[in-house]
């Protein structure tokens, strides 16, 4: 029975895993898509494999308990009349209830393309269980107001950011009389901080955990080491967009103005895969943490506040993803890419420097903040270089509703799954932790 519901907890992580790929990891391929720099088949290739080889070599092995610790496991246990296997049942079933409606929000929203949050799906689901199976006081508000504020801060200083780059690269380069000569003066001091901010980036969200431990792996021998290779590539691109442009200097501003857009499309490639590879490396193994949580239970009977990820759960969360992307990712890729504003392959590099930049600024000063909405205030940014009617306001404004809708809906989901777990599993569930 043990292996029968282990089984059946894998079934529900593999389809949260699938609409993960299929909703926020199609977010990291957006603007290459919608740049028409890559197509929808090899970015789904290039996404995959960034992103299993970031959830499953570098992901974390040990993950907390409940995501964002946004509800605590021990206030359950020291309910009056809870015994430890009461509160063992209670947490399967939580995290089982959290886990499918997640999941099931996640697929309404991609099944309209409306790009949505993961982070904030699942804690919603597991504040929804939280509220019914301790009270109130079991969730934690303030890390809830912090992500409440998020929903503002993460597309407000994305697309702040990115209308400044985008400025930047209109002005300095596509807006002058010879824009071929101004790319290749100009591009490599864009290569050089979107080099830098991917590396950052990469370290701090996508290799802490392997790096952790590594002492010689400080705050400043990693900027010094990505400077030196920021610089290295400003300069290989240089030459590289010399040898690309200098025979183009005398042509119209049109055909230069397109000769220099190619110049971007490496960019955008290399800097939406590499937010890939740090989108799998530290959210999937969190995205699945209530798998690990409900292993953890039924196989110890433990309920701890952190809990190991094995490796088959980190492949489980890889391999979802990944057919999550190729399958149904299309749809959120189309929103993001293509419906909300023009993506061209410059305005996809802007859209992705600001949003790898502000996830990596606010990681480092402990907000939290949404990728996915990040890189949507980012793509709104840009649009709004050329005013208001570079945008879709009615998708925009679809697109803002289901983000506020997120956590009440995946709450009220959960509460919904609980009480149908535990009104028919309680006791199959009570048998295998007591065995």
Same mark, same amino acid.
């Given at each position: 029975?043990e292996?029968?519901i282990?089984?059946?907890t894998a079934?529900l992580?593999?389809y949260?895993a699938w609409?993960?790929?299929?909703?926020?990891v199609?977010?990291?391929?957006a603007?290459?898509?919608?740049s028409k720099a890559?197509t929808?088949?090899?970015?789904?290739?290039?996404?995959?494999i960034?992103?299993f080889?970031?959830?499953?070599l @570098?992901g974390?092995q040990v993950t907390?308990t409940?995501?964002k610790?946004?509800v605590d496991?021990? $206030?359950?246990?020291s309910l009056?009349g809870?015994?430890p296997e009461?509160?063992?049942?209670?947490?399967?079933?939580g995290m089982?209830a959290?886990l499918?409606?997640?999941a099931f929000?996640?697929?309404i929203?991609?099944l309209?393309?409306l790009?949505?949050s993961?982070t904030?799906?699942?804690?919603?689901?597991?504040?929804?269980?939280g $509220?019914?199976a301790?009270g109130?006081q079991a969730?934690?508000?303030?890390k809830m107001g912090?992500?409440?504020?998020?929903?503002?801060?993460?597309p407000?200083a994305g697309g702040?950011?990115a209308?400044?780059i985008?400025?930047y690269?209109?002005?300095?380069i596509l807006g002058?009389e010879k824009?071929?000569?101004?790319a290749i003066?100009?591009?490599p001091?864009i290569?050089f901080v979107?080099?830098?901010v991917?590396?950052l980036?990469?370290v701090y969200?996508?290799?802490?955990?392997?790096t952790?431990?590594i002492t010689?792996?400080n705050?400043q021998?990693?900027?010094?080491?990505s400077l +030196? $290779?920021?610089?290295?590539?400003a300069?290989?691109?240089?030459?590289f967009?010399?040898?690309?442009?200098?025979?183009?200097?005398?042509?119209?501003i049109?055909?230069q103005?397109?000769?220099?857009?190619?110049m971007?499309?490496?960019?955008?490639?290399v800097?939406s895969?590499?937010?890939a590879?740090?989108h799998?490396?530290?959210d999937?193994?969190?995205s +699945?943490g209530?798998?690990a949580?409900?292993?953890?239970?039924?196989?110890t009977?433990a309920?701890?506040?952190k809990?190991p990820?094995?490796?088959?759960?980190?492949?489980?969360?890889?391999i979802g993803? @990944?057919?999550?992307?190729a399958?149904y990712?299309?749809?959120?890729?189309?929103t993001v890419?293509?419906?909300?504003t023009e993506?061209?392959?410059s305005?996809g590099?802007a859209?992705?420097?600001a949003?790898t930049?502000? +996830?990596?600024?606010?990681?480092?000063l402990s907000?939290p903040?949404?990728?996915t909405?990040t890189?949507?205030?980012?793509?709104?940014? =840009?649009?709004?270089a050329?005013g208001?009617?570079?945008i879709?306001k009615?998708?925009?404004t679809?697109i803002?509703?289901s983000? =506020?809708?997120t956590?009440?809906?995946?709450?009220?989901?959960?509460?919904?799954?609980f009480f149908?777990?535990k009104?028919?599993f309680?006791?199959t569930v009570l048998?295998v932790i007591?065995?």
């Amino acid at each position: 029975m043990e292996i029968f519901i282990i089984g059946l907890t894998a079934v529900l992580g593999l389809y949260m895993a699938w609409n993960i790929g299929a909703n926020d990891v199609a977010n990291s391929m957006a603007d290459a898509v919608g740049s028409k720099a890559i197509t929808i088949r090899n970015a789904v290739i290039a996404a995959g494999i960034c992103e299993f080889a970031g959830a499953v070599l @570098v992901g974390s092995q040990v993950t907390n308990t409940v995501r964002k610790g946004i509800v605590d496991p021990s $206030i359950l246990a020291s309910l009056p009349g809870m015994t430890p296997e009461d509160a063992a049942v209670i947490l399967v079933l939580g995290m089982s209830a959290a886990l499918l409606s997640a999941a099931f929000w996640l697929n309404i929203s991609t099944l309209y393309g409306l790009p949505v949050s993961t982070t904030h799906s699942i804690v919603g689901a597991v504040a929804g269980f939280g $509220i019914v199976a301790a009270g109130w006081q079991a969730v934690n508000w303030a890390k809830m107001g912090q992500i409440v504020a998020s929903w503002f801060i993460s597309p407000v200083a994305g697309g702040i950011m990115a209308f400044i780059i985008f400025n930047y690269i209109s002005k300095s380069i596509l807006g002058k009389e010879k824009p071929a000569q101004a790319a290749i003066n100009r591009i490599p001091f864009i290569v050089f901080v979107m080099t830098a901010v991917v590396m950052l980036a990469t370290v701090y969200k996508g290799l802490k955990h392997v790096t952790g431990d590594i002492t010689w792996i400080n705050d400043q021998n990693t900027l010094i080491f990505s400077l +030196v $290779i920021s610089t290295v590539a400003a300069v290989i691109y240089y030459f590289f967009a010399k040898a690309n442009l200098k025979d183009k200097v005398e042509l119209s501003i049109g055909k230069q103005n397109k000769a220099v857009e190619k110049m971007f499309v490496p960019l955008v490639i290399v800097s939406s895969c590499s937010v890939a590879f740090a989108h799998g490396a530290n959210d999937v193994a969190n995205s +699945v943490g209530p798998l690990a949580a409900i292993h953890h239970v039924l196989t110890t009977g433990a309920i701890d506040m952190k809990v190991p990820v094995p490796l088959w759960i980190l492949s489980l969360g890889g391999i979802g993803i @990944v057919l999550g992307l190729a399958t149904y990712g299309y749809k959120v890729m189309s929103t993001v890419g293509s419906d909300i504003t023009e993506i061209t392959p410059s305005r996809g590099v802007a859209a992705d420097i600001a949003a790898t930049a502000t +996830v990596l600024i606010c990681t480092r000063l402990s907000l939290p903040v949404s990728t996915t909405h990040t890189l949507v205030g980012a793509i709104l940014g =840009i649009g709004m270089a050329k005013g208001l009617g570079g945008i879709n306001k009615r998708l925009v404004t679809s697109i803002f509703g289901s983000w =506020i809708f997120t956590v009440p809906a995946a709450a009220i989901m959960s509460i919904v799954f609980f009480f149908i777990g535990k009104t028919f599993f309680y006791q199959t569930v009570l048998d295998v932790i007591t065995r």
